[in-house]
C-alpha cells in the first residue's frame, strides 16, 4: 500500500573535508567568490538537512514491501503449494495496485518538482561587492545576507548593518516585533516584519536553530495527518491485526475439526483472509489524493501538504485579507489633500514626501504606490527612519535638517480633541467611501521611541487617499462561496469602514457587520465577535492568528487567505493556510496551498477539488468495507458454528474486480461538489454496514437451504458468488447516485464484466453450473436481498441522523457574555 505522506529522504549531514577559518567579510564587500566557493565544496553550505522529496527507489520500495503485499505473497506461496493455480487470480490485482501507485508517485513528484521551481525562496548576498540571488541552500557560512522586509530568515545570522524588525513567533512562540541593529542575533524560522539589514550567517545547515528544531522534530515522529488519513490507517493496522489470529483459527477448524484435505481447507482459508484485505483501499485513497494533487498543479496550484486536500472539502469558513484577495495587490494614491495651506503648500508636500522615500526600500505595497507618485528628487536625506509596523499602522522618519514627519493610519496618528473634528471628519468620509486614507504630520517628538508611544500630538499636514482595485472575479467568487454554504470573513489591518466598503462592493453578505478589532481586549470579546462580525479592521497579526483560533474553538474548519508577513501566524494556524505567491516568502513557505498565479478566483476550483476527491473516496471505500464487513462476520459465523467457508479466492476476485475495484476507480475521479458532513469512518461504515450484512444473511440462507435441499458445495459456492454479485449491483448503483450517462454505462459495463467472466472464464473462476433447482434458489435470494438491504439501509439512516444529532449537540456554540 502506498502512503500519500511523502517522506523525505533520510541523508547524512555533510561532511566537512577541511577546517577552514571564520571570515569577518566587510558588509558591503562579503565574500570573495573563491571563498564562498571554497565553502560550499568544503561542507560549509545551507544544506537543507532532509531534503523534501523522496528517490525513485523509495517509491518502488514503499509501493512493494508493504504489510499487506507480504501477506498476498504468503498466500500465493501457500496456493502455490497445493497445485490449484487458478486460485492465484487475487495476483495480478495486487501487480497492477503497485503498479498504478508507482507510476502515479513518480507523475505526481515530477510535476510538483515543476512547480516547486517557482516558489524556492532566493537568498540576497553580497559577494564581491555585488548583491547576488541565489538558491538559500547555496549560501555558505559567513556570507553576508541582504534580508528585508517579507523574507525569512534562512540560517542564523548575526546582524552587521541596518534594523529591522523580526517577529520570532514561528520559532519561539512570542508574537512581538523585535527590532535588531548591529551585533543581534537572528534566528534561522523567523521573518522580518520590516527594516531592511546585512547579516552575516554564522550557523548553517542542520547547525542553525530551525534545522534542529526540524530534525528533533522528526524524532518524535508525531506527523500531523487529516481525520481521514488518521480514520483510514487505524482502520488498516486493525485489520492487519485481526486477520493472522483469525487465519490460523480457520485453518485449524479446516483441517483439524471438519477434516477437510489440505489443498480444500488451505483454499477457503486463503478466500476469508482475501475478503478481509482491503487490496485496494489505500491505494484508491492514494491514487485520488495524487491525481487531485496533480489537477490543482494544472490549475497553478501548489499543495505543499496533502492533509489540506481533505481540509478544503470540510471547510465552512474562510478567512481573506483585503489588499491582494479582494483587491488587486497593486495600490495607486488618488488624492492628495492639504490639511494645512498655510504652512504647507502642495509642492512642499510632495517635496517632503521626496525627502521622506528618499534612501528607502519600497518595503511594502504603500511604500511602493507612493514612491511611484511622489517622484521628485530627494533635497534633505533621511538621518534617522521608524520602521513600519503593524502594532502601531505607522512609519516615520527624521531628515537631515531636524524635521521629523510621520505617515500611517489616520486614527492612529489623530485624535477627536488635537484635530478641533475637522481632519477627522473628512478621514471617516473618506474610508467609508473605500479609500486607505494615510495621513501625513509633523511630528516633534523624539522619532526613535514613537514606535513605542508619541509624546506629542503629529500636527496634521495632508491625507493620503489610496485606492486598490477590486478583483474582476472577487463578485462571483464570493456568491460562489455563499451558494456553497461558506462563510467569509474579511480580517484587514485598514480602517473597517474602509474594508467593509470594499468588501460589500465585492458581494461579501454582510459586509456592512463590521468592528474595529483593536477595541477588542478579552478572549470573550474576541469569540463573540468571531460570531457576530463579518468585517474586522485595524487587527493586527496576533490577533488575526487570535481570531482564526476563535472560529477553530467554535467548531469550524478554517482557511484562511493571505500574502503578507501580516497574515504568516493566522496563515499558520489556520486549518488550511493558503497564499499568493505574489506575496512574502515567508507566507509562501508556512502556506499548506500556494496560488502560484496569485488569482484568489482560484479558491473556487481549489474547494471544489477538495470536495470532490473526499466525497468521492468516502463513496468508493464503502464499496471496499462491504466486503471486509461480509466477509470478517462469515467467518466469524463460521468459526462459531463450525461451518466451511463457501467461496474460494478465485470467485472473491471476479467479484472484487467487477463491483469493487474498477467501479471504485471510476467513481473517484467524478465531479462531486456538495460539502463533506460528518467523520470519515463513521460515513463509511453507515454507508456499506447495510450491504454488507445482507451479503452474510444471503450467503448462509444459501448455505442452509442448499444443505436443506441437496445443492451440491460446488453449486452452493457458485450460488454465494452470484448472490453477493447481485448485492454488489444495488451497492453500485447506491453510490453511483445520481445516475447519469457515464454511471449507468459504468454499471451496466460491470455487470456484463461479471457475466462474461461467470459464463466465459467460468473454469479460471471457479464458477459450476447450475441445476434448475440452485438456479431457482437463487433468483428467489437475490430477490429476498431487496427488502432486507432496504432494512438495513432504514436503521443505517436512522443511526446516522443520530449521530449527526449528538455532533451538531456537542458542536454548538456556546454564547458567551462580554
Given at each position: 500500500m502506498?502512503?500519500?505522506?511523502?517522506q523525505?529522504?533520510?541523508i547524512?549531514p555533510?561532511?566537512?573535508?577541511?577546517?577552514?577559518p571564520?571570515i569577518?567579510?566587510?558588509a558591503n564587500v562579503?565574500?570573495s567568490?573563491?571563498?564562498?566557493?571554497?565553502?560550499?565544496?568544503?561542507?560549509y553550505a545551507?544544506?537543507n538537512?532532509e531534503?523534501?522529496e523522496r528517490?525513485?527507489g523509495?517509491?518502488?520500495?514503499?509501493?512493494?514491501f508493504t504489510?499487506?503485499?507480504?501477506?498476498?505473497?504468503?498466500?500465493?506461496?501457500?496456493?502455490?503449494v497445493?497445485?490449484?493455480?487458478?486460485?492465484?487470480?487475487?495476483?495480478?490485482?495486487?501487480?497492477?495496485?503497485?503498479?498504478?501507485?508507482?507510476?502515479?508517485?513518480?507523475?505526481s513528484?515530477a510535476?510538483?518538482?515543476t512547480?516547486?521551481?517557482?516558489?524556492?525562496?532566493?537568498?540576497?548576498v553580497?559577494?564581491?561587492?555585488?548583491?547576488?540571488?541565489i538558491?538559500?541552500?547555496?549560501?555558505?557560512?559567513?556570507?553576508?545576507a541582504?534580508?528585508?522586509?517579507?523574507?525569512q530568515?534562512?540560517?542564523?545570522?548575526?546582524?552587521?548593518?541596518?534594523e529591522?524588525r523580526?517577529?520570532e513567533?514561528?520559532?519561539t512562540?512570542?508574537?512581538?516585533?523585535?527590532?535588531?541593529t548591529?551585533?543581534?542575533?537572528?534566528?534561522?524560522?523567523?521573518f522580518?516584519?520590516?527594516?531592511?539589514?546585512?547579516?552575516?550567517l554564522?550557523?548553517?545547515?542542520?547547525?542553525?536553530?530551525?534545522a534542529?528544531?526540524t530534525?528533533?522534530?522528526?524524532?518524535?515522529?508525531?506527523?500531523?495527518?487529516?481525520?481521514?488519513m488518521?480514520?483510514?490507517?487505524?482502520l488498516?493496522?486493525?485489520?492487519?491485526?485481526?486477520?493472522?489470529?483469525?487465519?490460523?483459527?480457520?485453518?485449524?477448524q479446516?483441517?483439524?475439526?471438519l477434516?477437510?484435505p489440505?489443498?480444500d481447507?488451505m483454499?477457503?482459508?486463503v478466500?476469508?483472509?482475501?475478503g478481509?484485505?482491503?487490496?485496494g483501499?489505500?491505494l484508491?485513497?492514494?491514487?485520488?489524493?495524487?491525481?487531485?494533487?496533480?489537477?490543482?498543479a494544472?490549475?497553478?496550484?501548489?499543495?505543499?501538504e496533502?492533509?489540506c486536500?481533505?481540509?478544503?472539502?470540510?471547510?465552512?469558513?474562510?478567512?481573506?485579507d483585503?489588499?491582494?484577495?479582494?483587491?488587486?495587490?497593486?495600490?495607486?494614491?488618488?488624492e492628495?489633500?492639504p490639511l494645512?495651506?498655510?504652512?504647507?503648500s502642495?509642492?512642499?508636500?510632495?517635496?517632503?514626501?521626496?525627502?521622506?522615500?528618499?534612501?528607502?526600500?519600497?518595503?511594502?505595497?504603500?511604500?511602493?504606490a507612493?514612491?511611484?507618485?511622489?517622484?521628485?528628487?530627494a533635497?534633505?536625506r533621511?538621518?534617522?527612519?521608524?520602521?513600519f509596523?503593524?502594532?502601531?499602522?505607522?512609519?516615520?522618519a527624521?531628515?537631515?535638517?531636524?524635521?521629523?514627519?510621520?505617515?500611517?493610519?489616520?486614527?492612529?496618528?489623530?485624535?477627536?480633541?488635537?484635530?478641533?473634528g475637522?481632519?477627522?471628519?473628512?478621514?471617516e468620509?473618506?474610508?467609508?467611501?473605500?479609500y486607505?486614507?494615510?495621513?501625513?504630520?509633523?511630528?516633534?517628538?523624539?522619532?526613535?521611541?514613537?514606535?513605542?508611544?508619541?509624546t506629542?500630538?503629529?500636527?496634521?499636514?495632508a491625507?493620503l487617499?489610496l485606492?486598490n482595485?477590486i478583483r474582476?472575479a472577487?463578485?462571483?467568487?464570493?456568491?460562489?462561496?455563499?451558494?456553497q454554504?461558506v462563510?467569509?470573513?474579511?480580517i484587514s489591518?485598514d480602517?473597517p469602514?474602509?474594508v467593509?466598503r470594499?468588501?460589500?462592493?465585492?458581494g461579501?453578505?454582510?459586509?456592512?457587520r463590521?468592528?474595529?478589532?483593536?477595541?477588542?481586549?478579552?478572549e470573550?470579546q474576541?469569540?463573540?465577535?468571531?460570531?457576530?462580525y463579518?468585517?474586522?479592521?485595524?487587527?493586527?497579526p496576533?490577533?488575526?492568528?487570535r481570531l482564526i483560533?476563535?472560529?477553530?474553538a467554535?467548531?469550524?474548519?478554517?482557511?484562511?487567505?493571505g500574502?503578507g508577513?501580516?497574515?504568516?501566524l493566522?496563515?499558520?494556524?489556520?486549518?488550511?493556510?493558503?497564499a499568493?505567491?505574489s506575496g512574502?516568502?515567508v507566507?509562501?513557505h508556512?502556506?499548506?496551498?500556494?496560488?502560484?498565479?496569485?488569482?484568489?478566483?482560484?479558491?473556487?476550483?481549489?474547494?471544489?477539488?477538495?470536495?470532490?476527491?473526499?466525497?468521492?473516496?468516502?463513496r468508493?471505500?464503502?464499496?471496499?468495507?462491504?466486503?471486509?464487513?461480509?466477509?470478517?462476520?462469515l467467518?466469524?459465523i463460521?468459526?462459531?458454528?463450525?461451518?466451511?467457508?463457501p467461496?474460494?479466492?478465485?470467485q472473491?476476485?471476479?467479484?472484487?474486480v467487477?463491483?469493487?475495484?474498477?467501479p471504485?476507480?471510476?467513481?473517484?475521479?467524478e465531479?462531486?461538489?456538495?460539502?463533506?458532513?460528518?467523520?470519515?469512518?463513521?460515513?463509511?461504515?453507515i454507508?456499506?454496514?447495510?450491504?454488507?450484512l445482507t451479503d452474510?444473511?444471503?450467503v448462509?440462507?444459501?448455505?442452509l437451504?442448499g444443505?436443506?435441499?441437496?445443492?451440491?458445495?460446488?453449486?452452493?459456492s457458485?450460488?454465494?458468488?452470484?448472490?453477493?454479485?447481485?448485492?454488489?449491483?444495488?451497492m453500485?448503483?447506491?453510490?453511483?447516485?445520481?445516475?447519469?450517462?457515464?454511471?449507468r454505462a459504468?454499471?451496466?459495463?460491470?455487470?456484463?464484466?461479471f457475466?462474461?467472466?461467470?459464463?466465459?472464464?467460468?473454469?479460471?473462476?471457479?464458477?459450476?453450473?447450475?441445476?434448475?433447482?440452485?438456479?431457482?434458489?437463487?433468483?428467489?435470494?437475490?430477490?429476498?436481498?431487496?427488502?432486507?438491504?432496504?432494512?438495513f439501509?432504514?436503521?443505517?439512516?436512522?443511526?446516522?441522523?443520530?449521530?449527526?444529532?449528538?455532533v451538531?449537540?456537542?458542536?454548538?456554540?456556546?454564547r458567551?457574555?462580554?
Amino acid at each position: 500500500m502506498p502512503t500519500t505522506n511523502t517522506q523525505p529522504r533520510k541523508i547524512q549531514p555533510p561532511r566537512r573535508n577541511r577546517v577552514l577559518p571564520r571570515i569577518e567579510a566587510d558588509a558591503n564587500v562579503g565574500l570573495s567568490a573563491a571563498d564562498a566557493a571554497l565553502r560550499l565544496k568544503n561542507g560549509y553550505a545551507n544544506d537543507n538537512p532532509e531534503p523534501p522529496e523522496r528517490t525513485t527507489g523509495q517509491i518502488i520500495a514503499d509501493n512493494i514491501f508493504t504489510y499487506f503485499n507480504l501477506i498476498f505473497a504468503t498466500l500465493a506461496v501457500l496456493i502455490a503449494v497445493t497445485g490449484h493455480y487458478k486460485e492465484l487470480t487475487f495476483l495480478p490485482v495486487v501487480f497492477a495496485n503497485i503498479i498504478i501507485g508507482v507510476v502515479q508517485e513518480l507523475r505526481s513528484r515530477a510535476k510538483l518538482r515543476t512547480l516547486t521551481l517557482i516558489t524556492t525562496p532566493k537568498a540576497a548576498v553580497i559577494r564581491d561587492g555585488s548583491q547576488l540571488q541565489i538558491p538559500c541552500e547555496y549560501t555558505v557560512l559567513d556570507d553576508i545576507a541582504v534580508f528585508a522586509s517579507g523574507g525569512q530568515i534562512y540560517a542564523d545570522a548575526i546582524v552587521v548593518g541596518g534594523e529591522c524588525r523580526v517577529n520570532e513567533a514561528l520559532v519561539t512562540g512570542e508574537s512581538d516585533e523585535i527590532t535588531k541593529t548591529p551585533g543581534d542575533t537572528l534566528l534561522s524560522g523567523s521573518f522580518v516584519v520590516s527594516g531592511e539589514c546585512r547579516a552575516r550567517l554564522d550557523k548553517v545547515g542542520r547547525e542553525s536553530f530551525v534545522a534542529k528544531l526540524t530534525l528533533e522534530a522528526k524524532k518524535s515522529n508525531k506527523k500531523m495527518r487529516s481525520e481521514m488519513m488518521y480514520a483510514l490507517t487505524k482502520l488498516v493496522k486493525m485489520i492487519g491485526v485481526v486477520i493472522i489470529p483469525f487465519g490460523a483459527i480457520m485453518l485449524y477448524q479446516q483441517l483439524k475439526v471438519l477434516k477437510l484435505p489440505f489443498a480444500d481447507g488451505m483454499i477457503t482459508t486463503v478466500a476469508a483472509l482475501i475478503g478481509m484485505i482491503p487490496e485496494g483501499l489505500y491505494l484508491l485513497v492514494s491514487v485520488a489524493l495524487t491525481v487531485s494533487v496533480m489537477r490543482l498543479a494544472k490549475r497553478r496550484v501548489l499543495v505543499q501538504e496533502m492533509r489540506c486536500i481533505e481540509t478544503l472539502a470540510r471547510v465552512d469558513v474562510l478567512c481573506v485579507d483585503k489588499t491582494g484577495t479582494i483587491t488587486e495587490p497593486e495600490m495607486n494614491v488618488r488624492e492628495v489633500i492639504p490639511l494645512n495651506t498655510a504652512r504647507f503648500s502642495e509642492a512642499h508636500i510632495a517635496q517632503i514626501m521626496a525627502d521622506y522615500l528618499g534612501g528607502g526600500s519600497n518595503e511594502n505595497e504603500t511604500t511602493s504606490a507612493l514612491s511611484k507618485f511622489f517622484t521628485g528628487d530627494a533635497k534633505l536625506r533621511v538621518t534617522r527612519r521608524l520602521a513600519f509596523s503593524s502594532s502601531t499602522k505607522y512609519a516615520g522618519a527624521e531628515l537631515s535638517d531636524g524635521t521629523a514627519y510621520l505617515v500611517g493610519a489616520w486614527d492612529k496618528l489623530l485624535t477627536r480633541d488635537a484635530a478641533g473634528g475637522v481632519p477627522y471628519g473628512m478621514c471617516e468620509k473618506h474610508s467609508s467611501d473605500g479609500y486607505r486614507v494615510l495621513l501625513l504630520a509633523q511630528y516633534s517628538g523624539d522619532i526613535s521611541t514613537a514606535d513605542r508611544s508619541l509624546t506629542t500630538n503629529p500636527e496634521p499636514i495632508a491625507l493620503l487617499l489610496l485606492t486598490n482595485k477590486i478583483r474582476e472575479a472577487a463578485p462571483a467568487t464570493f456568491k460562489y462561496f455563499a451558494e456553497q454554504g461558506v462563510s467569509v470573513r474579511v480580517i484587514s489591518g485598514d480602517n473597517p469602514q474602509t474594508v467593509a466598503r470594499i468588501a460589500a462592493d465585492a458581494g461579501i453578505e454582510g459586509a456592512e457587520r463590521c468592528i474595529d478589532a483593536s477595541t477588542l481586549k478579552t478572549e470573550r470579546q474576541i469569540r463573540r465577535a468571531a460570531a457576530d462580525y463579518i468585517v474586522f479592521g485595524r487587527v493586527t497579526p496576533d490577533l488575526k492568528r487570535r481570531l482564526i483560533r476563535a472560529l477553530k474553538a467554535e467548531g469550524h474548519t478554517v482557511a484562511m487567505t493571505g500574502d503578507g508577513v501580516n497574515d504568516v501566524l493566522a496563515l499558520k494556524d489556520a486549518d488550511c493556510g493558503i497564499a499568493m505567491a505574489s506575496g512574502s516568502d515567508v507566507a509562501c513557505h508556512v502556506a499548506q496551498l500556494v496560488l502560484l498565479d496569485s488569482d484568489f478566483s482560484a479558491m473556487t476550483s481549489v474547494v471544489a477539488e477538495g470536495r470532490r476527491v473526499i466525497n468521492n473516496i468516502e463513496r468508493s471505500a464503502s464499496l471496499f468495507l462491504v466486503k471486509n464487513i461480509f466477509s470478517f462476520l462469515l467467518t466469524a459465523i463460521a468459526l462459531l458454528f463450525t461451518l466451511s467457508y463457501p467461496m474460494t479466492p478465485s470467485q472473491l476476485t471476479l467479484f472484487n474486480v467487477m463491483f469493487i475495484g474498477i467501479p471504485s476507480f471510476f467513481l473517484a475521479l467524478e465531479p462531486n461538489r456538495a460539502r463533506v458532513r460528518g467523520r470519515f469512518l463513521a460515513n463509511v461504515l453507515i454507508n456499506s454496514l447495510p450491504a454488507g450484512l445482507t451479503d452474510v444473511a444471503v450467503v448462509i440462507s444459501v448455505m442452509l437451504l442448499g444443505t436443506r435441499f441437496g445443492i451440491t458445495p460446488d453449486e452452493q459456492s457458485t450460488m454465494a458468488t452470484i448472490v453477493i454479485a447481485f448485492v454488489g449491483f444495488m451497492m453500485l448503483i447506491k453510490v453511483a447516485r445520481p445516475m447519469n450517462l457515464f454511471r449507468r454505462a459504468l454499471v451496466s459495463t460491470m455487470v456484463a464484466g461479471f457475466a462474461l467472466g461467470a459464463l466465459v472464464f467460468s473454469d479460471m473462476f471457479n464458477i459450476s453450473a447450475l441445476g434448475g433447482k440452485a438456479i431457482l434458489m437463487t433468483s428467489i435470494t437475490c430477490a429476498a436481498s431487496i427488502p432486507v438491504m432496504l432494512v438495513f439501509a432504514w436503521f443505517a439512516r436512522r443511526a446516522r441522523t443520530l449521530l449527526r444529532s449528538k455532533v451538531a449537540t456537542r458542536r454548538r456554540p456556546r454564547r458567551v457574555k462580554v
